[in-house]
């Protein structure tokens, strides 16, 4: 219906009957009076229903303009006048209005039953007749969305001819088993799910029930079943296809499962596809999922809710899927992935699973990721696109213009190291910290530090003592309380900088390695506590000294110039209301640094 012209159409005066009437309702729970009218517009009959609200009985309150299929709510009672689209039971806000209404004449029921071809219950008809336009309007919009996506699937080609083998061979690449007699037997018959092969087994080179080995023919990666012991097996895999649509790229999802049972030589293997994602030239995806349609009963292809949210409600996300890689080459050729390395990726390990979309949105934020695979980094390119930028920004630059940029890296030694341990976050992290101050670490301690410790702390230790005394030691310190390196490590810390604020001589073995580290620190502690204020501004004192030295600067009328004492760090927050004095403690122990901005001429004064 058009508005302009709906508008158009006069209002009639009320007749003194009408406003009569309604005035007899006034101790009923009749609410309102309905007249109504037929009017033509552009040719076609339409129906007008005028609501007069009993409290309010000189003036029209709604007009509704109805068809077989469709209807429109002028609202009188706000101004200016508002169109509604809704229902009755929702503008008059009560789901049987028609019980609280009444037609105004004869005239009016003529009106309707011509309309509704029913003669009885006109009113309750007519909210009938607005669900039912309802139920038409969503059925269309409905189809209008289903044939959209019917049109985008028709352009989805044929799976590979070779799909359900490479599925088995490789997206399923861990299920793969060994069966055997379990019998108390030198050699045992068995039998490799893989390459279907019988074989005469030893079961002194390690044939155990659960156990992993490799099939001595076809050579694969096998788990030893005994026979009897192994009624039902499930295994679970998840497989992604990238193939091209039109002008687009279409990634499908499949989710797969194969059953081995007694007849364990003929398993079960079924794969059902349940997302599609399809990114056009610009990169831009629209998502598709296999599931119930707008809460009907209908199963089918419907929008999906994006992957790659972090806050993901999407229930088919995809995480640890195989890529199928044997059309990549063809496929991404001139488009934004051509040069992604996402094939290098896929197969760099047989059966290897992660996120495809992850993978796809990452790279085209950042194609620096094709660096990383290209330097076999897969552990920190798998780091990466499950967790960036959300977690490690800080760690990484995806911005970089090259290997040493990105990785924030100095040298190629330093490359070469991440590379050798395929490091991730973590290890790069200690190679990269270790690397500033020249701690030379093996292969070996990298990987330590970045399991056991902070190596921030190994970092700040490592001023007063090598590496190997300094693990040596904190083994030494473990304990039923203590039980783990890195706790040992940040009471060690802890203890350090409380002996620097006492003025203590860390290079005296017998100070830096105290034979009982958690009663030494226990008494640090408590003579800081105890000689809180005269230790604390007799450390920043003598720091005075190096940090003029180091950081004093000036320029024109303004100065930077470090703290005397612990005072005059207090004095500098109460003067210019801020916090700076809580950190005097901080300060102390050598964790950070605070610098005064001073004008110049009045140096002694707190300024900014």
Known sequence: MKKSLLKKIPMFDLKEEWINLIKQFKNTD????????????????????????KAYPRKIAYRVFINKKDYITQDFTISPMKWRAGRLEYILSTWAWYKY???????????????????????EEINLLQHKIIDMRLAKKHQEIKDRIDKKMKTVPRLPNNFKRWINDTALYYSRYIYYEYKPRKFVDGYCTHCKSDLILERAKGVRHNKKGVCPKCKSPIIFKAIGRSKNIYDYGEAALIQRAGDEL???????????????????????????DFYNKEGKVDQYEWDRFKQTEEVRWCDAISRSSYFNSNKYLFYDTVLYEKNLDEVLQGTAWEYSAIKEFATHEKGFMFPVWAYLDKYKANPQIEYLVKLKLYRLTSEIIYHYPYYYSDEINLKGNNFYEVLNIDNKEQLKTAQRLNAGLGELKVIRETGKINLKLTDEEILF?????????????????????????VKSQLSEERITIDYIFSDWQDYIRDCKVLGYDLNNDFILFPRDLAKAHEETYKLIKDNRSELINSAITKMYNDL????????KDIVIIPPKSSDEIINEGHVLCHCVGRYVEDIARGQTIILFLRKKKEINKPFY
């Open 30 to 53: 009749i609410e309102y009076l309905v007249v109504a009218e037929n009017k033509l517009v552009e040719g076609k009959k339409i129906v007008i229903l005028n609501f007069i609200n």
């Open 101 to 123: 209404s009444v037609l105004a004449d004869d005239k009016s029921h003529k009106v309707l039953e011509s309309f509704l071809g029913k003669e009885d219950n006109l009113l």
């Open 250 to 276: 279409v990634v499908r999802y499949f989710k797969i499962n194969k059953y081995y049972g007694v007849d364990y030589k003929n398993p079960k293997l079924e794969y059902r596809e349940y997302a599609r």
């Open 449 to 473: 530090v970045t399991e056991k410790v902070k190596v921030e702390r190994i970092v700040e230790i490592s001023k007063y003592t090598t590496f190997h005394k300094m693990i040596k030691y």
């Open 548 to 555: 003029n030295r180091e950081f004093s600067w000036r320029y």
